[in-house]
Each structure stands twice: as structure tokens, then as C-alpha cells.
Nanobody
Framework: QAQLVESGGGSVQAGGSLRLSCAASRFTYSRVCMGWFRQAPGKKREGVAVIDTGDGRTTYRDSVKGRFTISQDNAENTVFLQMNSLTPEDTAMYYC????????????????????WGQGTQVTVSS
């Protein structure tokens, strides 16, 4: 049973930056999808960015392209989300997720395809 542990959330003013980390353990397969979803109060959970740990391909939601960067440290089984130019609309609980094994051959931002989830870390951006 894989485990995901997030860290790095917090509060920041608009225009600021935060870096989230997700440390993973006990995956069955060496190649998985890992990434980040978020849920704001009263809204549905949405995909933010994911990465294929095998080839490094990334997928981002449109609203974060150019501001957020997902990366990985394979040696440490850790995925990072660097978030720059944050806006109040980015305020949400951010969840690390993993898909092990990869079901569709590509890492999509589809919540239902992810079978492991972290506890979440809060990101709050004030104006």
C-alpha cells in the first residue's frame, strides 16, 4: 500500500510563491503518475499538475500554465510543485495523488484514475 506525505503549504500574499513536496513510498510499479489536485471550499476537486515518473511528461491545467512547475526527484521518490505568481483563486487544499499502475498510458488530470491520495496541505493566498 503506497503512502503519500505532503508538505509545504502555507499562507502567502498575492504574487508570492510556495513550493509543495510529496514524498511517496511503497509503489508497486517503478513508473507511476504523480501530481497535485486541489479543492477550494464549495467547489469540486480539480487537477492541477501531474507528471509521469517514467519519462517526465507533464500535464497542467490551463489556469496554472506558466506559473506552476511540477518536477520530481526519482532518487527520493518525491514530487514538487513550485507555485509562482499566486492569486487568491489558487487558495485551496492541495492533495498529492498517485496512479499506480498507470491505467491509460498517459497521465491525465482525471481524479478517478488516481488510487492513492495524501492528507492534503492548505494553501491560502491573500489579496
Amino acid at each position: 500500500q503506497a503512502q503519500l506525505v505532503e508538505s509545504g503549504g502555507g499562507s502567502v500574499q498575492a504574487g508570492g510563491s510556495l513550493r509543495l513536496s510529496c514524498a511517496a513510498s511503497r509503489f508497486t510499479y517503478s513508473r507511476v503518475c504523480m501530481g497535485w489536485f486541489r479543492q477550494a471550499p464549495g467547489k469540486k476537486r480539480e487537477g492541477v499538475a501531474v507528471i509521469d515518473t517514467g519519462d517526465g511528461r507533464t500535464t497542467y491545467r490551463d489556469s496554472v500554465k506558466g506559473r506552476f512547475t511540477i518536477s520530481q526527484d526519482n532518487a527520493e521518490n518525491t514530487v514538487f510543485l513550485q507555485m509562482n505568481s499566486l492569486t487568491p483563486e489558487d487558495t485551496a487544499m492541495y492533495y498529492c495523488a498517485a496512479q499506480d499502475p498507470i491505467v491509460a498510458g498517459y497521465c491525465y488530470l482525471l481524479e478517478g484514475q488516481y488510487n492513492y491520495w495524501g492528507q492534503g496541505t492548505q494553501v491560502t493566498v491573500s489579496s
